[in-house]
């Protein structure tokens, strides 16, 4: 691989906080509301399992900002899927 300059690194790190990021909002909502009930299983699932895969990637590369936010993502959308199934039984 070659080496990356700085300034895509960066952009590489800004691109990670946003995506990461726009996880919060719904986290806080779905806690907030205690309801999941607009939130497609399927589509989150599927979004989880992507995540997952960006992990390897960024693993398998050794690029930081690609581990760095798909693991806080897998964090964050874990947790929503987890609430989701928690609020949706009741």
């Known amino acids: 691989m070659s080496t990356i300059s700085p300034t895509?690194?960066?952009?590489?790190?800004?691109?990670?906080?946003?995506?990461?990021?726009?996880?919060?909002?719904?986290?806080?909502?779905?806690?907030?509301?205690?309801s999941a009930r607009d939130i497609s299983l399927v589509m989150f699932s599927v979004y989880s399992l992507g995540v997952i895969l960006w992990l390897v990637y960024g693993l398998c590369l050794h690029f930081a900002p690609i581990i760095l936010a798909n693991a806080i993502s897998i964090v964050l959308s874990v947790a929503i899927l987890v609430l989701k199934l928690r609020f949706d039984r009741k």
């Open 8 to 34: 895509i690194n960066l952009v590489g790190y800004f691109a990670a906080a946003c995506t990461t990021v726009s996880l919060v909002p719904q986290l806080a909502r779905v806690w907030r509301l205690r």
